[in-house]
Nanobody, 120 residues
Framework: QVQLVESGGGLVQAGGSLRLSCAASGNIFGIYAMGWYRQAPGKQRELVATITNGGSTNYADSVKGRFTISRDNAKNTMYLQMNSLKPEDTAVYYC??????????????WGQGTQVTVSS
C-alpha cells in the first residue's frame, strides 16, 4: 500500500554534487520522521541525516557542512543534496520513513536504495 522510491544516484567525480530524491506513494495519511542511510561495501549501514515532519534536522559528522536534507510535504518527497563529494561517500543510499496509513497504523518503510559512486 505504501512505497518509498529513491532516485538520483549515479557516478560523479570527487568534488561534484548529486541530489537524491525519495518519493512516498500509496495510502498515506501522514509522513513523520524520515532519514537517509548509506551502506558501503564491507561496512554496516550508517545514518547520514534525519529530518522530522516539522523540519528539524540532524547530520552525521562525516557529512555535516556538505550534505543537506530537506522535504516537501506537499509532494511527499524527501531530498538529500550532496555537495563536495568524496570517494568515501561511495555507498548505496537508502531512504527511510515513518508513515501513517489511512487506517492509522504507523510503519517504518525502506526504499530499495540508489547507488552513489564518487571517483577520485
Amino acid at each position: 500500500q505504501v512505497q518509498l522510491v529513491e532516485s538520483g544516484g549515479g557516478l560523479v567525480q570527487a568534488g561534484g554534487s548529486l541530489r537524491l530524491s525519495c518519493a512516498a506513494s500509496g495510502n498515506i495519511f501522514g509522513i513523520y520522521a524520515m532519514g537517509w542511510y548509506r551502506q558501503a561495501p564491507g561496512k554496516q549501514r550508517e545514518l547520514v541525516a534525519t529530518i522530522t515532519n516539522g523540519g528539524s534536522t540532524n547530520y552525521a559528522d562525516s557529512v555535516k557542512g556538505r550534505f543537506t536534507i530537506s522535504r516537501d510535504n506537499a509532494k511527499n518527497t524527501m531530498y538529500l543534496q550532496m555537495n563536495s563529494l568524496k570517494p568515501e561517500d561511495t555507498a548505496v543510499y537508502y531512504c527511510n520513513g515513518n508513515i501513517k496509513d489511512l487506517r492509522g497504523y504507523i510503519t517504518a518503510y525502506w526504499g530499495q536504495g540508489t547507488q552513489v559512486t564518487v571517483s577520485s
